[in-house]
Nanobody
Framework: VQLQASGGGLVQAGVSLRLSCAASGRTFSTYNMGWFRQAPGKEREFVAGIRSGGSTYYADSVKGRFTISRDNAKNTVDLQMNSLKPEDTAVYYC????????????????WGQGTQVTVSS
């Protein structure tokens, strides 16, 4: 599976942004997918996950603000980010895993190249 993330940008606090991750390969629908982020000087952290069947799970820091979704027909997984805060500033990565509820980067087999999200106050 090859992944490519897009949709990042520079925005002001309070606005919305939608990230998209395009996947290649016929097995996309069998993978559980996740979004992570990494701020400068910090470790990569889990943001949101969506299982192959469509159920979702989130980090507490984004619950209620971010929504992850997938379209298996288009081989995409999106992250809708609302009410953005300066602390959401990071490079965002999408990943694919065989694990059911993976929250650790080491559980992911494939990664996209990352897309920068910068939220100004």
């Amino acid at each position: 599976v090859q992944l490519q993330a897009s949709g990042g940008g520079l925005v002001q606090a309070g606005v919305s942004l939608r990230l998209s991750c395009a996947a290649s390969g016929r097995t996309f629908s069998t993978y559980n997918m996740g979004w992570f982020r990494q701020a400068p000087g910090k470790e990569r952290e889990f943001v949101a996950g969506i299982r192959s069947g469509g159920s979702t799970y989130y980090a507490d820091s984004v619950k209620g603000r971010f929504t992850i979704s997938r379209d298996n027909a288009k081989n995409t997984v999106d992250l809708q980010m609302n009410s953005l805060k300066p602390e959401d500033t990071a490079v965002y990565y999408c990943g694919a895993t065989r694990y059911f509820s993976a929250r650790l980067p080491g559980a992911y087999d494939y990664w996209g190249q990352g897309t920068q999200v910068t939220v100004s106050s």
